[in-house]
């Protein structure tokens, strides 16, 4: 007499496939041949969001009336430069700015992050006014 083996249960087990890779997060990839288009940018900065699209400085702190020198401020220029006026001595240099944070860059010297507000309204500690 001969066994038969039930194949209904080795046909399901091996119909059965089990993944651990998540699903796939975000937007499709564009089709072949076609570009994403830019990520949108904050209001104020320029389309790559890398720079301000118009000049504004950021003043802080000023020395005493009647002494020498002028007030703290940051000037970024919407080319990308920058001019970082400490009271009566000026830096000069490049910034760019990746999410909140601007790094300004001079040569010889280290970079410096500062915060950016999401309302471009501070830099740091600095307040904004129009670059003049």
Same mark, same amino acid.
């Given at each position: 007499?001969?066994?038969? &083996?039930?194949?209904?249960?080795?046909?399901?087990?091996?119909?059965?496939?089990?993944?651990?890779?998540?699903?796939?997060?975000?937007?499709?990839?564009?089709? =072949?041949?076609? &570009?994403?288009?830019?990520?949108?940018?904050?209001?104020?900065?320029?389309?790559?969001?890398?720079?301000?699209?118009?000049?504004? &400085?950021?003043?802080?702190? %000023? =020395?005493?009336?009647?002494?020498?020198?002028?007030?703290?401020?940051? &000037?970024?220029?919407?080319?990308?430069?920058?001019?970082?006026?400490?009271?009566?001595? =000026?830096?000069?240099?490049?910034?760019?700015?990746?999410?909140?944070?601007?790094?300004?860059? %001079?040569?010889?010297?280290?970079?410096?992050?500062?915060?950016?507000?999401?309302?471009?309204?501070?830099?740091?500690?600095?307040?904004?006014?129009?670059?003049?």
């Amino acid at each position: 007499m001969r066994m038969r &083996t039930p194949l209904l249960p080795l046909l399901l087990a091996s119909a059965c496939v089990v993944t651990s890779a998540p699903p796939p997060q975000g937007p499709p990839p564009p089709p =072949a041949g076609t &570009t994403a288009p830019p990520p949108p940018t904050r209001p104020g900065l320029s389309a790559d969001g890398r720079h301000l699209a118009v000049d504004r &400085t950021f003043r802080g702190r %000023c =020395a005493p009336a009647g002494s020498r020198g002028g007030c703290y401020e940051i &000037t970024l220029r919407a080319d990308g430069s920058y001019r970082n006026l400490l009271y009566d001595a =000026a830096i000069e240099g490049s910034y760019e700015i990746s999410g909140a944070i601007v790094t300004l860059a %001079c040569e010889g010297g280290e970079p410096q992050q500062l915060e950016l507000a999401p309302d471009l309204s501070r830099l740091g500690d600095l307040e904004a006014g129009t670059a003049p």
